[in-house]
């Protein structure tokens, strides 16, 4: 064919090698590959239909809560989109496909015949009251409850094409109509279909439901097809795309933490779940709080993480469990997930509303820079959390996760403030102030979480550590070629209850890149050399970091210490704007680390990249990017 074209031998030659260059995932780009499409520069805020009332929702129900955010203050502190969950379908029409609206439950929505119904009435109303609306579908053919919860009420009704309500083969279709005509701003999009409907299920031996071959397998990695998954996810956004092309609206992703999700989904929606639903249990929102909190650098604007939604209000989390109800908050909104309310608003206790309406959390949630809090100390019974906001500050959050009453050590270190200079602690629920230099002990009840503000002097005064603002870093390609779920989850029996052997987590994140940690949560070190910043990644990564107006760029570089591989040298390269700014040499195990400073001025987007020649690859190694920082 190219011949055909008249090109010469080196010519195609020339095609061939270009082409090659360009399927290698560690050549730079110049560009910032995470998710730019809808509105998410940062985490949605709102209430979700299905905690308080799963399938049984109604329209009474979904306006009489939009009614109570507006008076009660929460839309004005943040919470606007109105998001229906599970339930609202009838059927898909035939032949035409078009999707019905159960006009029992959700009376605007007869706007003609029974053949006929829009939502575009009820998103009128929401955006008439400055609230914002959002819609819930299944990449399958069919949804959660049809697959999981025979009996339940609203489930879809007619032939089996007509139950077939899920996006699957419709994408294009039921996007138009959801996003566009009926004019929805948020869509949430399940991943039941892809995962249940597998042929030796009675529902689909039954003759129920079609088989469709599961794409996802939820017990095991290896077993599901992570490309066709994020290829159908990807159609959705393309569509989402085309039908909003204002950019208006937020594409959530709920795969549960499987497919592989960690790697693919902060390049192709706005949130994305980390872990099977959280349920009102203490151990349950440990084990969903765990699937986040390690993911720093898989959270941008515009593509957070989403350990699902608040259960404040319900159980372990109740107005009798205020202590457990303000650590639910503060752990999510340090760790910029979704602020989704599930309770119902309309009868909602003072003392709740109080908590999610503090005004102080909710802006270190929102802050603009968009950094994920990361762990500046880990334990299975004492966590701290950091969070660099926009304004140089930081929020800090001591978490006792345990049932005994703890001391913690606040350290200058912690918070990578100068020890010999005070630091300013500002209680975000007393508003009370503790002033101390290089360490202060915090007394801690049961299950509590201390969250403050933190005012001090910064180690690195003129710019910030690259784990400072994870926000601003992509790990477009993280180096795991093999995907394991992560096993310092805790993990709690799910929600279906002890059956089987044991919880096994979904959640394949382990060996992905880590800020102040190694892709495998230990310390970073290298030849005995010890970084309390910097940034843990496999060999065969390349990180984009945005620069936001510094001058230079300087890490030392090499293998850790606890890299799994001692073999093979690696050698590290700092792109700007895809141009090479500097090069390490080979670098081996134990060799000591070598610095690299570049001029970045003016640079828009730096790529880091550790490459080694190891193939196949038996072991991963571990690199550090010690102290990377950008200074002006
Ligand atoms: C799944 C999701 C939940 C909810 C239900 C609805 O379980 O993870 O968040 O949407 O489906 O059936």
Not at 326 to 333: D, E, G, I, P, T
Not at 347 to 358: G, H, W, Y
Request: net charge neutral; hydrophobic share 40%; aromatic share 8%.
């Amino acid at each position: 064919m190219l011949r055909a074209l008249g090109l010469t031998t080196a010519a195609i030659g020339l095609l061939s090698f270009v082409s090659i260059a360009q399927a290698d995932p560690l050549a730079p780009t110049g560009k910032w590959s995470a998710y730019q499409g809808g509105s998410a520069t940062t985490p949605p805020m709102g209430w979700s239909s299905w905690n308080s009332f799963a399938t049984d929702i109604t329209e009474a129900k979904i306006m009489g809560v939009a009614d109570a955010l507006v008076k009660t203050g929460l839309a004005a502190s943040g919470y606007r989109y109105v998001n229906m969950d599970d339930g609202w379908w009838q059927k898909r029409r035939q032949p035409d496909g078009r999707i019905q609206i159960r006009i029992a439950q959700f009376p605007s929505a007869a706007v003609g015949s029974a053949e006929e119904t829009s939502f575009k009435p009820l998103t009128e109303k929401l955006h008439a009251m400055g609230l914002k609306a959002g819609i819930y579908s299944d990449m399958g053919r069919n949804s959660c409850s049809q697959a999981y919860s025979p009996g339940v009420p609203n489930l879809a009704e007619g032939s089996v094409a007509e139950r077939e309500i899920g996006l699957y083969g419709h994408v294009d279709q039921d996007i138009a109509l959801y996003m566009k005509d009926w004019g929805f701003d948020y869509i949430k999009v399940d991943g039941c279909g892809l995962r249940a409907f597998t042929a030796d299920n009675p529902i689909v031996k039954s003759g129920q439901f079609r088989e469709l071959t599961p794409l996802i397998d939820g017990w095991n990695i290896n077993t599901t097809d992570v490309t066709a998954v994020r290829n159908l996810y990807t159609e959705v956004g393309t569509a989402l795309a085309r039908y909003k092309p204002n950019g208006d609206f937020i594409f959530s992703l709920c795969a549960w933490g499987s497919a592989d999700v960690r790697s693919w989904a902060k390049d192709v929606g706005s949130i994305s779940r980390t872990s099977d639903d959280l349920s009102p249990h203490w151990v349950r929102m440990l084990y969903n709080f765990d699937t986040a909190v390690t993911r720093p650098l898989y959270a941008h604007p515009k593509s957070w993480n989403d350990p699902d939604m608040l259960y404040v209000g319900a159980g372990d989390f109740d107005g009798d469990h205020l202590t457990e109800a303000r650590s639910h908050f503060a752990l999510w909104a340090i760790i910029n997930a979704p602020l989704i309310l599930g309770n119902d608003v309309r009868t909602m206790p003072k003392a709740l509303l109080d908590i999610v309406s503090n005004p102080a959390i909710i802006a270190i949630n929102q802050d603009p820079a968009g950094n994920q809090a990361v762990l500046a100390y880990d334990a299975q019974d004492i966590q701290i959390l950091v969070k660099t906001l926009a304004s140089g500050k930081k929020a800090v959050a001591v978490f006792n996760r345990g049932l005994a009453a703890v001391d913690a050590d606040l350290t200058a270190q912690h918070l990578k403030y100068a020890a010999d200079k005070d630091i300013v602690l500002t209680d975000l629920w007393t508003k009370k102030k503790i002033t101390f230099k290089k360490e202060t002990k915090l007394a801690l009840a049961p299950r509590q979480t201390l969250i403050f503000e933190a005012e001090g002097t910064r180690q690195l005064q003129n710019g910030l550590y690259l784990s400072e603002m994870p926000g601003s870093v992509n790990p477009a390609v993280d180096g795991v070629q093999i995907p394991q779920p992560d096993p310092t989850l805790f993990r709690s029996q799910p929600w279906g209850g002890t059956h089987g052997n044991g919880a096994h987590p979904q959640y394949a994140g382990w060996g992905g890149a880590q800020a102040d940690y190694t892709p495998f949560g230990q310390s970073l070190r290298v030849a005995g050399e010890s970084f309390d910043s910097g940034i843990g990644v496999l060999a065969n990564s390349r990180l984009e970091v945005r620069n936001n107006g510094a001058k230079t760029f300087t890490t030392e570089v090499g293998i850790d210490d606890s890299s799994p591989d001692k073999t093979h040298p690696v050698s590290f390269a700092v792109y700007g704007d895809g141009k090479l700014l500097a090069q390490s040499k080979p670098t081996r195990f134990r060799e000591k680390a070598e610095t690299l400073a570049v001029n970045v001025k003016g640079v828009k987007i730096i790529e880091l990249v550790a490459r080694n020649d190891a193939t196949p690859i038996m072991q991963p190694t571990v690199v550090t990017w010690g102290n990377a920082a950008l200074t002006k």
